[in-house]
C-alpha cells in the first residue's frame, strides 16, 4: 500500500500571499488530521477531518482552513501568510479509533 | 489543554549503551503514542499504549504506560547509530484517536 502523500514538498511564498496544501491518504483511510511543526512551539494540532467533515479543531486563527472531499484526499488553506507561518505541515490519515496515525513526509513552507 | 512534557530534551549515547526516554501528561492518558522523526521528514510509528501498565517491545525498543503517574516511558537497549532521531511522544486529545497533542520530543544521537 502506498504511504501518505503530499504535494508540494517544498514552497516559498511572501507575506501576505495565500498557499494550498494537498495531502493523500492511505487508501482505505477515512481521517485526515494536519498538523503544523516548527522549532519554537513543536508539533501542533490544526484540525482533522472524517468523511467531508471537521471534527475536531486545533487552536489555530481563522485563517487557516482545510476541507476534504469524498476520496478522502484532504487540503489546507492558510491565507493571508505570515512569517511565523513558515514550518513543516504534516498530514496523517488513520483507520479510525483506536488505530495509529501515519505520517506523511510533510510540505516545508517557508514565507519571506 | 493537555500538556505533554518530554526528558531529557536531548541526549548523546555511546552506541551499545541503553537509554531511557520519558514522557509525562499534566491530564489523564487515554492513549500514548511514541513516534520517531528524522530532522525535517514526518514521523514513523514506532508504538500505541492503550492500557494502564502496558508494555510493547519493537526489535530493541520497549515503551511502558503508566496510567496512575500519567507518564509513559520508551527504553532503548544496546543503540545503534540507525537510533538516531527525535522521538515524540503524543496524547490523544479527546480519547478519539484523532487529534493528537504531542511533547517538544527528545533528540537522540548515537556515537560510535
Known amino acids: 500500500k502506498a504511504g501518505v502523500t503530499q504535494t508540494p514538498r517544498y514552497l516559498i511564498k511572501t507575506r501576505g500571499q495565500q498557499v494550498t496544501l494537498s495531502c493523500s491518504p492511505i487508501?482505505?483511510?477515512?481521517?485526515v488530521s494536519w498538523y503544523q511543526q516548527t522549532p519554537g512551539q513543536g508539533l501542533q494540532f490544526l484540525f482533522e477531518?472524517?468523511?467531508?467533515?471537521?471534527?475536531n479543531k486545533g487552536n489555530f486563527p481563522g485563517r487557516f482552513s482545510g476541507r476534504q472531499f469524498s476520496n478522502s484526499r484532504s487540503e489546507m488553506n492558510v491565507s493571508t501568510l505570515e512569517l511565523g507561518d513558515s514550518a513543516l505541515y504534516l498530514c496523517a490519515s488513520s483507520l479510525g479509533m483506536g488505530n495509529e496515525q501515519f505520517f506523511g513526509p510533510g510540505t516545508r513552507l517557508t514565507v519571506l | 489543554s493537555q500538556e505533554l512534557e518530554q526528558s531529557p530534551q536531548s541526549l548523546i549515547v555511546q552506541e551499545g549503551k541503553n537509554l531511557t526516554i520519558n514522557c509525562t501528561s499534566s491530564k489523564t492518558l487515554y492513549g500514548l503514542y511514541w513516534y520517531k522523526q528524522k530532522y525535517g521528514e514526518g514521523l514513523i510509528f514506532l508504538m500505541m499504549?492503550?492500557?494502564?501498565?502496558e508494555e510493547k517491545s519493537h526489535e530493541k525498543i520497549t515503551a511502558k504506560l503508566d496510567e496512575k503517574k500519567q507518564q509513559s516511558s520508551l527504553h532503548i537497549t544496546a543503540s545503534q547509530p540507525s537510533h538516531a532521531g527525535i522521538y515524540l511522544c503524543?496524547?490523544?486529545?479527546?480519547?478519539?484517536?484523532?487529534?493528537?497533542?504531542f511533547g517538544k520530543g527528545t533528540s537522540l544521537l548515537v556515537t560510535p
Open positions: 477531518y472524517f468523511s467531508e467533515t471537521q471534527r
Open positions: 499504549l492503550q492500557k494502564g501498565g
Open positions: 503524543g496524547a490523544d486529545r479527546s480519547n478519539s484517536g484523532y487529534a493528537l497533542n
Open positions: 487508501s482505505g483511510h477515512r481521517s
